[in-house]
C-alpha cells in the first residue's frame, strides 16, 4: 500500500518518539532467574474509556511504568470473544487460526461447526480447531527458546476464551457450571463434588492434556455456588489465577476476566457509566491482588505486563430486531442475527441478499459486503453495487482490508454495515453489544510496561490484537516467526530497524482504515 495513506503527524510522532528513545546500547542487569516473565491481562469487552470512569491505581501505576496505545483497535473482524483470544495467543489473523466467530458455517460441506460451547471446550474440541490451522502460538515460541519454561492460561466462565488463549499451553483452568444433563458426560464422574447434579454450581475445569496442578483444580475454595453477582466472575478468575500460580509458577500467564463483557451487554455498557465503573474498580483490585503476588515472590522487575481487550462494546441508541430487518436476509440467514456477520443456508443467495438490503433502506443499516471467490481459489469481500455507489475508493478499500481479515473457507457469506451505537439483532433486553464494524466495537484499550518498556509513553500507533504476541515475544527476547502482526516498536526502548519498517508500512494502512471507521462514527453512513 502506498505511502498517502500514511498520516503525517503520525509519521512525526513515531520519528520523534524514536528519536527520543534512540540511546546508548542496553545494559541488562543479571538477575537470579533465567526466564523473563510475562502477564497478558484481557478485560473483556473493555472501551478504552472506562478506565477514566474511576480512579484505577494499579492500571494507572502500569501506565505509567510502560506504554498506552490510545489507537489500540480490534483490527480484525468477527468482533467477539473467541476470535479474538486465539489471535492474541496466535498473531495471527481469523483468516488463518480459524477460530473466526463462536460457530460458523463450513464453506465446503456447509456443515455448521459450534466447538465454542462449555461442553466441547471443555472435551477439547475448540483446541483442537486451532490445533488444525498449524498456526504458530505464543506458547510454542516461547517454550522453543526455553524448553523448560511454563505456560497456563486462566479466567472465569468463559472457557471459550481461556482455552483459546491457552493453545499450546502446559495449564488451562476455567470456571464450569456442570448441569444435570452435562453430568451425563462428565469425564469426572466419579468426583461426587463435580457430578452433583442438585443445582448449578460453579467447578474449576481444564482442557484434556492441559490439566493444571491437582491443587488448583480440586482447590475447595474454588467450588462455589453459581448466582454469581457483578464482579464476583473476575473474583473467581483471578482466585483460580492465584491458585494455580501459587503452585506452578508459570512464566507466561495468560488470563481472561470476563464481566465487564458480561454485566456491559446488562447495563449497555457505556451508558451506564456508573455502573461500569464499579466493575473497573474491581477489576482494577483483582489486577493488584496479582501484581502483589509477582512484588511478593520478587518477579515484579522481570515481568512484562500487558492490558488489553478483546473488543469493545457499543449501548444502542437504537435496536434492529428481527422484525426491522429485510424479509430475505432473515430467511435465508442460519439461526438469529446478532450484529453484522451473517452465515446463509444457501451462500449463493449472498448478493441477492445484499441488493436486498440495500433496495430497503433500513434506517442505520446502509450497506452490505459479500464473500466472493477470487481468481486465486481465496476468499474475498466486495460491496454490494448499491453499496459501492456510496462509498469512496479509500472507504470502499478500507473495509475491505478490514473484512478480509477473516477472508477464508469459515468466513461469513455477508456484512451488514451499519450506524455507529446501532444494535442489530439479539434479544432488545441486552443493552449493549459489540458485533457490529464500528469504531465503538473495535476501539480498545493497550497498555505494555515491564522491562525493555520505556516508561510514561502515550503511542498513536494503530496497534492491532495481531500485533500483541510478536511485540510480547520480541520484549521476551524471542523473534515472533511466522505471525501475521507487526512488532509495535513504541513499546521497545530499543528496537530494530527492520521491526520499525514492517511496523511503518503496516501502520500506515491500518491508521487509515481507522480514519475511515472513526469518520464513519461520526457523521453516520457516508
Ligand atoms: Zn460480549
Known amino acids: 500500500m502506498s505511502q498517502r495513506f500514511f498520516p503525517a503527524g503520525t509519521v512525526l510522532l513515531l520519528l520523534v518518539t524514536l528519536g527520543c528513545l534512540a540511546g546508548p546500547s542496553p545494559n541488562p542487569t543479571p538477575t537470579p532467574d533465567p526466564f523473563p516473565y510475562l502477564v497478558i491481562l484481557v478485560i473483556d469487552g473493555c472501551r478504552p474509556e472506562y478506565l477514566d470512569l474511576a480512579p484505577l491505581p494499579h492500571l494507572e501505576q502500569l501506565a505509567r511504568e510502560g506504554v498506552t496505545f490510545e489507537r489500540a483497535w480490534v483490527g480484525q473482524v468477527v468482533s467477539n470473544t473467541p476470535p479474538g483470544h486465539a489471535t492474541i495467543a496466535t498473531g495471527t489473523l481469523p483468516s488463518r487460526h480459524g477460530l473466526v466467530s463462536f460457530w460458523w458455517k463450513e464453506a465446503e460441506t456447509g456443515e455448521v ?104 483444580l480440586n482447590d475447595p475454595t474454588l467450588f462455589r455456588a453459581a448466582d454469581l453477582g457483578p464482579g464476583d466472575g473476575d473474583v473467581w ?184 451505537n446501532l444494535l442489530v439483532g439479539g434479544k432488545p433486553e441486552i443493552l449493549g453489544h459489540h458485533n457490529t464494524l464500528t469504531w465503538g466495537v473495535q476501539h480498545i484499550p493497550l497498555i505494555i510496561a515491564g522491562p525493555g518498556v520505556p516508561q510514561g509513553v502515550v503511542s498513536q500507533a494503530p496497534a492491532r490484537l495481531v500485533d500483541i504476541a510478536p511485540t510480547a515475544l520480541a520484549l521476551l527476547g524471542i523473534e515472533p516467526e511466522g505471525m501475521d502482526g507487526a512488532i509495535l516498536t513504541d513499546a521497545l526502548l530499543h528496537p530494530d530497524p527492520a521491526w520499525v519498517r514492517r511496523e511503518q508500512e503496516q501502520a500506515a494502512l491500518w491508521w487509515a482504515v481507522q480514519e475511515v471507521l472513526i469518520a464513519a462514527g461520526a457523521e453516520g453512513s457516508p
Do not use: C
Open 237 to 420: 478468575a483471578m482466585d483460580a489465577t492465584l491458585a494455580l500460580w501459587e503452585e506452578m509458577r508459570p512464566q507466561v500467564l495468560l488470563v481472561n476476566l470476563p464481566d465487564v463483557d458480561r454485566y456491559g451487554h446488562a447495563y449497555g455498557g457505556p451508558a451506564d457509566p456508573e455502573r461500569m465503573a464499579q466493575l473497573l474498580v474491581n477489576v482494577d483490585a483483582q489486577i493488584g491482588r496479582l501484581i502483589e503476588a509477582y512484588k511478593a515472590a520478587g518477579l515484579y522487575e522481570q515481568t512484562v505486563f500487558i492490558v488489553t481487550s478483546d473488543h469493545g462494546m457499543i449501548a444502542g441508541d437504537r435496536y434492529l430486531g428481527e422484525g426491522d430487518l429485510p424479509g430475505p436476509l432473515v430467511e435465508e440467514s442460519i439461526r438469529a442475527i446478532v450484529g453484522a456477520h451473517v452465515w446463509l443456508r444457501d451462500s449463493t443467495q449472498a448478493g441477492a441478499v445484499a441488493e436486498a438490503i440495500e433496495r430497503a433502506r433500513v434506517a442505520g443499516l446502509w450497506g452490505a459486503y459479500v464473500k466472493v471467490e477470487a481468481e486465486d481459489g481465496g476468499f474475498r469481500y466486495r460491496p454490494g453495487p448499491g453499496t459501492a455507489a456510496q462509498l469512496s475508493d479509500e472507504e470502499a478499500w478500507a473495509y475491505e482490508a478490514l473484512l478480509n481479515t477473516v477472508a477464508g473457507p469459515r468466513g461469513p457469506d455477508l456484512f451488514l454495515l451499519t450506524e455507529e
Open 113 to 216: 461447526v459450534w466447538p465454542t460451547r462449555h461442553e466441547d471446550v471443555r472435551v477439547g474440541e475448540e483446541t483442537a480447531i486451532l490445533e488444525a490451522a498449524g498456526v504458530p502460538t505464543f506458547a510454542s515460541l516461547y517454550r522453543r527458546r526455553h524448553p523448560a519454561a511454563l505456560v497456563a492460561a486462566t479466567g472465569g466462565y468463559k472457557s471459550f476464551a481461556v482455552a483459546a488463549l491457552g493453545l499450546d499451553a502446559d495449564a488451562v483452568l476455567f470456571a464450569y457450571m456442570p448441569s444435570a444433563e452435562n453430568v451425563r458426560r462428565d469425564r469426572f464422574s466419579g468426583n461426587e463434588e463435580r457430578a452433583s447434579p442438585a443445582g448449578w454450581r460453579v467447578v474449576p475445569e481444564t482442557v484434556p492434556g492441559q490439566e493444571p496442578p491437582v491443587g488448583s
